[in-house]
């Protein structure tokens, strides 16, 4: 489910008006939502989604700059690579934006038109808390025992007309911070989209 041959194949830095829609990191998006192969949450015809496989080294995370997408719906969800179960899921409402920016989900927010729509999130490899008060803000946990790999899908539904498909937001960057505290890319190795 998580990278069949066709996801695999469209691996590489492909754009989309001039936004990159697949990188290193990414792969994807779903080439064909109408087919039932190629679309996990088949019939949602209206979804489009980019897969990463990744290990994490011991006391590492990885964290993602993005931009909230001018869509209907965003998300960043974990998956256990055998069973293809979800494990957790951060959507758009429940991502806390950056300092100085704001999050169009929420209700009563403007959904377009502003101009500061970062958010970071961190992807640990840890399990869930059981308990809901102890969820971290804006942490995406992805451990399932027994498995090195983890699995991530970030899910784009409907982008605003005139968008492409991640709704004008280009895909979340990664950024590997090691249990030393190094961080590998640099900042200035891994540019915000334009």
């Given at each position: 489910?998580?990278?069949?041959?066709?996801?695999?194949?469209?691996?590489?830095?492909?754009?989309?008006?001039?936004?990159?829609?697949?990188?290193?990191?990414?792969?994807?998006?779903?080439?064909?939502?109408?087919?039932?192969?190629?679309?996990?949450?088949?019939?949602?015809?209206?979804?489009?989604?980019?897969?990463a496989?990744?290990?994490?080294?011991?006391?590492?995370?990885?964290?993602?700059e993005?931009?909230?997408?001018?869509?209907?719906?965003?998300?960043?969800n974990?998956?256990?690579?055998?069973?293809?179960?979800?494990?957790?899921?951060?959507?758009?409402?429940?991502?806390?934006?950056?300092?100085?920016?704001?999050?169009?989900?929420l209700?009563?927010?403007r959904?377009?038109?502003?101009?500061?729509?970062?958010?970071?999130?961190?992807?640990?490899?840890?399990?869930?808390?059981?308990?809901?008060?102890?969820?971290?803000?804006?942490?995406?946990?992805?451990?399932?025992?027994?498995?090195?790999?983890?699995?991530?899908?970030?899910?784009?539904?409907?982008?605003?007309?005139?968008?492409?498909?991640?709704?004008?937001?280009?895909?979340?960057?990664?950024?590997?911070?090691?249990?030393?505290?190094?961080?590998?890319?640099?900042?200035a190795e891994?540019?915000?989209?334009?």
């Amino acid at each position: 489910m998580l990278a069949p041959p066709a996801l695999a194949a469209a691996h590489g830095g492909r754009t989309d008006q001039g936004r990159v829609t697949a990188d290193c990191f990414w792969f994807g998006p779903t080439p064909s939502l109408a087919s039932r192969e190629q679309n996990y949450a088949y019939p949602d015809s209206g979804a489009t989604y980019w897969a990463a496989v990744f290990t994490l080294p011991a006391g590492a995370t990885l964290t993602f700059e993005g931009e909230y997408a001018h869509a209907r719906y965003q998300s960043l969800n974990s998956y256990d690579v055998t069973t293809h179960a979800p494990t957790d899921a951060l959507n758009d409402v429940s991502t806390a934006p950056d300092a100085g920016s704001s999050n169009p989900y929420l209700p009563g927010a403007r959904r377009a038109g502003e101009a500061h729509r970062s958010y970071t999130a961190t992807v640990v490899g840890a399990q869930r808390p059981a308990d809901a008060a102890a969820r971290a803000a804006n942490t995406l946990y992805a451990d399932v025992p027994g498995q090195g790999e983890i699995a991530l899908l970030y899910r784009v539904y409907l982008p605003d007309r005139g968008r492409d498909a991640t709704g004008g937001a280009g895909l979340p960057r990664p950024s590997l911070h090691l249990a030393d505290g190094s961080l590998r890319p640099r900042r200035a190795e891994h540019p915000r989209p334009r």
